[in-house]
């Protein structure tokens, strides 16, 4: 009876741990959204290993969405300038790793009538263990931040989704697909 009662409080205890641990390790929505905005103002800002360009006039910084301090919502940063947003397209495509995954980031800030193909052609046939996932992720930044009126962002996605080369990209874009349509629609930002 005692060695059943001291099994049961150990299957207990281990349960709670593995709860507690499941816990720790697995951030909260608001987490994940945090070290989402951190790792693409990093990679922007060229501090990240794997996204940093070669200089910080070829690809600038976005401001932040949100205030730290206060943590409510700041208005959005000023669209780029038509110079710079070329410049990411050009990268975005370039043999620099480091400037190319820098400019596949960047280009959820740029306006979706021309990071759209690009970000398109980067699914196609862009790298796919670095390029192919930030494309996924730009194209998920700029459907919630900018909105998907025409559906262009979605039927992306879908090509992705049905012609994928490798599973784990259309198993990416299916998610994406998936966090899109289940948002309320994005109000449209003024970039133009």
Not at 95 to 121: C, F, H, K, M, Y
Request: glycine share 6%; with cysteine; charged share 20%.
């Amino acid at each position: 009876m005692f060695r059943a009662f001291f099994g049961l409080i150990a299957l207990f205890t281990i349960g709670c741990f593995a709860v507690v641990g499941y816990s720790c390790a697995t951030p909260s929505p608001a987490a994940r959204q945090e070290l989402h905005d951190k790792s693409s103002m990093a990679a922007r800002n060229g501090s990240n290993s794997t996204a940093e360009p070669e200089s910080s006039s070829q690809l600038p910084a976005a401001q932040p969405k949100m205030d730290a301090a206060a943590g409510s919502e700041t208005s959005p940063p000023p669209a780029p300038s038509q110079e710079i947003v070329a410049r990411w397209i050009a990268a975005a495509t370039g043999e620099d790793s480091q400037q190319r995954a820098a400019a596949i980031t960047a280009l959820a800030e740029a306006p979706q009538t021309q990071a759209v193909p690009v970000l398109s052609g980067v699914l196609t046939s862009g790298d796919p263990q670095v390029d192919r996932p930030l494309a996924l992720r730009s194209l998920r930044t700029l459907a919630l931040r900018q909105g998907d009126a025409d559906g262009s962002i979605r039927t992306v996605l879908r090509q992705a989704i049905y012609h994928a080369d490798e599973e784990s990209l259309a198993s990416g874009a299916q998610a994406v697909l998936d966090d899109i349509e289940h948002q309320p629609e994005a109000a449209p930002h003024s970039n133009p």
